[in-house]
C-alpha cells in the first residue's frame, strides 16, 4: 500500500505533533526544576529556625492542585510546592517564576494588543488564540481584552507624563496619523513623535490627540517634552505641511530641519504630467541618493535648470526647502538612510491604518490613542543610529 502524507483536518484537534509535545515536557521540567530552586532558596532563610524538639520549623508539604500555564507553545501544567511552619509562623511560598494567578506567559500577553491591532476583535480573541495554541487554550476571553485595554490606559497615562532626561535625544521624527473612529464623522489626528538616543536606541516620545497638526497642538505636545527633561535635538524630521515647524522654531529654536524627502518627491512630482514623471523622479533621487553633498548640490542645480523653464511650479516647489533637505548630509553617512524620511513613523503606523480601514472606524477616540501606545511598544526598534 503507498504512503501519503495528506493530513484529515477533520480530526485536527485529536492529532498530536511529536515535536510541540517534546517542547512542553521540556519546558513542564525546566519551570519544575526552576520552582524548586527557588523553594530551595525559600527555605534556607529558616535553616536556623528549630522547634522545641530540634525539628526544623519550616518544611515541605507537598503540591498545590497542578495547574495550566499558557504559552507560546500551549498549555503547560504547572505544579507548585506546599510549606508550612511547625511552631505556629505564618509562612507562605510564592514562586516568582509562576506567581499566583497568572495563566499565560508574557509574551503570550504581549500578542494579545497586536491581534487586536490586525483586526482581530474582543470576541473573536478567544478563537484565534484557540487556531494558534491548540484546543485546550483558555482564559483568554473577550473579557480579558478588556480588561487589558484597560491597564494599557493606565499604562499609557503613567507613559505621557515619564521624565525625558536620562539619556539625550540625538534625532526625532515628527508626523500626524490619521485614522477613522468610531461613530465620529472626523478623524483623529495623532501626533506623533519618535526619538533617537546617542546610542541607537528608538523611543516614541509622544503620541498625543491634535487638532488638523495645528501649530498650537505640536507647540503643546513640545512645550510638555521639554518640561519633562527632553533636550534639543540636533535635527528633526518631518513632511513640510505641518505646523510642526512653527512650532520647533519656538520651543527648540537651536534644532535644525530636515525636510522629508519621499513627501517632497510626491509634492514635486505631483507638479508634472505623467509623462514626465519616471525620468523628473530618477532625477530627485540622484540630489538625495549622492555620494557627497557636494555632489547632491550640483544634482540639485542640474533639476532646476532641467525643469525650471517648462514646470516652473515644480522647481519653487523644491528650490524653496532647499537648506531643509539638505540638512541630513552634514550629519554622520551611516545615518543618512534613516533621517532623510519620515519613513519610521509612516511604516510603524501603517498596521493601525489597516486595522481602521478593515473594522470601519472600530475604536473610540481614546482607544486609538491607547492602540497607538502598545503598538509603539510592540514594534521591533527599524532606526538603528551609531552617533
Avoid at 43 to 59: E, I, P, S
Wanted: hydrophobic fraction near 40%; aromatic fraction near 8%.
Amino acid at each position: 500500500m503507498g504512503t501519503t502524507n495528506i493530513v484529515d483536518f477533520a480530526r485536527r484537534d485529536e492529532m498530536t505533533d511529536a515535536l510541540t509535545e517534546l517542547l512542553k515536557t521540556g519546558a513542564q521540567q525546566l519551570i519544575a526544576t526552576a520552582v524548586e530552586a527557588e523553594l530551595v532558596s525559600y527555605l534556607a532563610q529558616f535553616t536556623g529556625l528549630r522547634t522545641d524538639a530540634g525539628h526544623a520549623a519550616v518544611v515541605r508539604n507537598g503540591h498545590h492542585p497542578a495547574r495550566p500555564f499558557q504559552t507560546g507553545i500551549g498549555p503547560v501544567s504547572v505544579r507548585i510546592p506546599k510549606v508550612r511552619s511547625k511552631d505556629g509562623t505564618p509562612v507562605t511560598f510564592r514562586s516568582a517564576l509562576v506567581p499566583p494567578y497568572v495563566r499565560r506567559t508574557k509574551t503570550l500577553e504581549a500578542a494579545l494588543p497586536w491581534l487586536y491591532l490586525k483586526g482581530i476583535s474582543s470576541g473573536e480573541m478567544a478563537p484565534a488564540l484557540k487556531v494558534l495554541l491548540g484546543p485546550d487554550a483558555v482564559g483568554l476571553s473577550a473579557n480579558t481584552v478588556s480588561r487589558l485595554k484597560r491597564d494599557w490606559a493606565n499604562e499609557y497615562e503613567a507613559w505621557k507624563g515619564a521624565e525625558l532626561d536620562d539619556e539625550p535625544i540625538v534625532y526625532i521624527w515628527a508626523d500626524g496619523v490619521h485614522s477613522g473612529l468610531r461613530g465620529e464623522d472626523d478623524k483623529l489626528c495623532a501626533l506623533v513623535i519618535i526619538g533617537v538616543t546617542a546610542r541607537g536606541k528608538k523611543r516614541f516620545l509622544a503620541i498625543e490627540d491634535g487638532v488638523r497638526e495645528s501649530t498650537q497642538s505640536w507647540r503643546e505636545v513640545l512645550l510638555n517634552l521639554k518640561s519633562r527633561g527632553m533636550n534639543a535635538p540636533k535635527l528633526a524630521i518631518g513632511d513640510g505641511a505641518m505646523g510642526f515647524w512653527a512650532a520647533m522654531d519656538e520651543v527648540y529654536p537651536e534644532t535644525r530641519h530636515q525636510r522629508c524627502w519621499q513627501h517632497k518627491t510626491m509634492n514635486v512630482l505631483n507638479c508634472l504630467p505623467k509623462l514626465s514623471q519616471p525620468k523628473a523622479k530618477a532625477a530627485l533621487h540622484d540630489i538625495w541618493q549622492a555620494e557627497t553633498k557636494v555632489d547632491a548640490e550640483k544634482a540639485f542645480d542640474l533639476f532646476i535648470k532641467t525643469y525650471e523653464p517648462k514646470y516652473p511650479k515644480a522647481t519653487l516647489c523644491l528650490q524653496k526647502d532647499r537648506e531643509e533637505l539638505m540638512a541630513f548630509f552634514d550629519f554622520p553617512a551611516q545615518h543618512w538612510q534613516s533621517i532623510r524620511t519620515s519613513n519610521p513613523i509612516e511604516s510603524a503606523f501603517a498596521t493601525i491604518r489597516h486595522r481602521t480601514k478593515r473594522s470601519k472606524g472600530c475604536l473610540s477616540r481614546d482607544g486609538m490613542l491607547h492602540m497607538m501606545f502598545k503598538l509603539g511598544q510592540c514594534l521591533d526598534s527599524n532606526i538603528k543610529c551609531n552617533g
